[in-house]
């Protein structure tokens, strides 16, 4: 994929059962940045989303869902709930943001 030289991307995705989920987000030198998850899911404990956020950023545009929900699964602290999102919908949201 070409870098877009800090190209402000935005997705969306209505999880199956699940919520909204909302990315907004830029590409610089082929990574995510400011990476911005939103939506009206709900997570426990709540700050949790600025881990999942942490995560992402950094991350190459050619990276696959898979890489995508293993770097959200392992920002994710033990005990962590997730209430109308999954680490697999945060995946796909990603991928219609850089489509």
Not at 6 to 13: D, I, N, S, T
Not at 66 to 85: N, Q, R, S
Request: glycine content about 14%.
């Amino acid at each position: 994929m070409a870098d877009d030289r800090g190209a402000l991307r935005h997705g969306e995705y209505k999880i199956p059962g699940g919520k909204l989920v909302v990315v907004d987000l830029q590409v610089r030198g082929g990574c995510l940045q400011q990476v911005s998850l939103s939506g009206d899911f709900f997570l426990e404990p709540p700050e949790v989303l600025d881990d999942i956020n942490q995560a992402l950023n950094g991350l190459s545009v050619d990276a696959g869902p898979d890489h995508i929900v293993e770097c959200v699964l392992g920002a994710l602290p033990a005990g962590t709930e997730m209430f109308g999102l999954s680490a697999e919908g945060i995946a796909e949201v990603v991928r219609r943001a850089l489509s």
